[in-house]
């Protein structure tokens, strides 16, 4: 404890040990509280809204999907960044119910522009690994598609290695219900956590996102490498590829001799919000 002179420690004794609690530890704990909190008062209040992020064709410019996208607006701290507050939500659970409202809007939204011509695409929306382990998550998700009067065909599900590989064969048979019911599923962020090409191949995904980490390392010949390998394997699952975090024409046409089709990223587009995306359908829509 090098700095046991300069902070000030609360040792606590539990058993034969020690906890130690520093005005650091103590600040972030306080900090969770807060974000807690906000969180309980902005669901009641209706603090969560969704932006939408394009997702296109590479080849062609057109608009394929978008992925919706949850931003936390409290009135007195403005915006709170998603990376700040899902993992809090994650712990506490009410990532439950913010992924319902995020699924039960972009239900809402995508219905509204399909009746209105202006798409005709899958949306994709993050399922929590919170979410998926819950036993009535087909009847949670049905629900709310039917209550927006929503085709399962829209929707396309992103979820991450960890919420799978936790229990594969479990995994295998809520995304054999899910795929069932014509709900596209993706598998996000991958190569970030632990997966084995083994289930890869057994789960009945759709598509394979590629994160934005492997996005950035394309300035490298190793970097390029490793994306050619991931694309190459997602192909050879039959696997739809998405990069995410495309910045850069550079890499917009280094993938496009890798091979991807679908691109997401700030090149194209930032996250916009329902009334921004609405306005870029239409701007698509009059090409
Ligand atoms: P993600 O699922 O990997 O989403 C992509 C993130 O990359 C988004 O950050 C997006 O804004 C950002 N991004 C996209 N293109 C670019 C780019 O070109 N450059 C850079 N620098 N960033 C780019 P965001 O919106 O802050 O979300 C962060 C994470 O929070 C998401 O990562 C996802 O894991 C989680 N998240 C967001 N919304 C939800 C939700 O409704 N439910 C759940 N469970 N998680 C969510
Ligand atoms: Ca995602
Ligand atoms: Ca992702
Ligand atoms: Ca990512």
């Given at each position: 404890?090098?700095?046991?002179?300069?902070?000030?420690?609360?040792?606590?004794?539990?058993?034969?040990?020690?906890?130690?609690?520093?005005?650091?530890?103590?600040?972030?704990?306080?900090?969770?509280?807060?974000?807690?909190?906000?969180?309980?008062?902005?669901?009641?209040?209706?603090?969560?809204?969704?932006?939408?992020?394009?997702?296109?064709?590479?080849?062609?410019?057109?608009?394929?999907?978008?992925?919706?996208?949850?931003?936390?607006?409290?009135?007195?701290?403005?915006?709170?960044?998603?990376?700040?507050?899902?993992?809090?939500a994650?712990e506490t659970g009410q990532i439950v119910?913010?992924?319902?409202?995020?699924?039960?809007?972009?239900?809402?939204?995508?219905?509204?522009?399909?009746?209105?011509?202006?798409?005709?695409?899958?949306?994709?929306?993050?399922?929590?690994?919170r979410?998926?382990?819950?036993?009535?998550?087909?009847?949670?998700?049905?629900?709310?598609?039917?209550?927006?009067?929503?085709?399962?065909?829209?929707?396309?599900?992103?979820?991450?290695?960890?919420?799978?590989?936790?229990?594969?064969?479990?995994?295998?048979?809520?995304?054999?219900?899910?795929?069932?019911?014509?709900?596209?599923?993706?598998?996000?962020?991958?190569?970030?956590?632990?997966?084995?090409?083994?289930?890869?191949?057994?789960?009945?995904?759709?598509?394979?996102?590629?994160?934005?980490?492997?996005?950035?390392?394309?300035?490298?010949?190793?970097?390029?490498?490793?994306?050619?390998?991931?694309?190459?394997?997602?192909?050879?699952?039959?696997?739809?590829?998405?990069?995410?975090?495309?910045?850069?024409?550079?890499?917009?046409?280094?993938?496009?001799?890798?091979?991807?089709?679908?691109?997401?990223?700030?090149?194209?587009?930032?996250?916009?919000?329902?009334?921004?995306?609405?306005?870029?359908?239409?701007?698509?829509?009059?090409?």
């Open positions: 404890l090098k700095n046991a002179d300069t902070a000030m420690y609360h040792a606590k004794q539990k058993g034969n040990h020690y906890l130690f609690f520093n005005d650091s530890m103590n600040e972030q704990a306080v900090k969770r509280l807060q974000i807690e909190n906000l969180m309980r008062f902005g669901l009641k209040e209706d603090h969560f809204v969704v932006y939408y992020q394009p997702k296109m064709d590479i080849a062609t410019g057109a608009l394929v999907g978008m992925e919706a996208l949850v931003r936390f607006i409290t009135p007195k701290k403005g915006v709170i960044s998603p990376g700040l507050f899902i993992p809090i994650e119910e913010i992924g319902e409202v995020v699924l039960d809007k972009a239900c809402k939204d995508v219905k509204r522009w399909i009746d209105q011509g202006l798409f005709n695409g899958r949306v994709a929306v993050n399922l929590s690994a979410q998926f382990s819950l036993p009535d998550l087909t009847a949670r998700i049905d629900l709310i598609l039917q209550k927006n009067q929503l085709p399962s065909y829209f929707l396309e599900l992103e979820i991450t290695e960890g919420t799978v590989m936790d229990d594969p064969q479990e995994a295998i048979s809520i995304m054999r219900s899910l795929s069932s019911r014509g709900i596209h599923l993706a598998m996000d962020d991958f190569g970030t956590g632990y997966s084995s090409l083994a289930y890869l191949k057994q789960f009945p995904l759709n598509t394979l996102k590629v994160d934005k980490a492997f996005v950035d390392d394309m300035n490298t010949e190793r970097g390029c490498n490793m994306v050619d390998s991931i694309v190459t394997i997602a192909h050879n699952l039959g696997l739809h590829v998405v990069a995410e975090g495309v910045e850069h024409e550079e890499q917009l046409h280094q993938l496009q001799r890798l091979n991807c089709q679908t691109i997401q990223g700030y090149y194209y587009a930032k996250p916009l919000s329902a009334q921004e995306f609405e306005q870029f359908l239409r701007s698509q829509h009059s090409e």
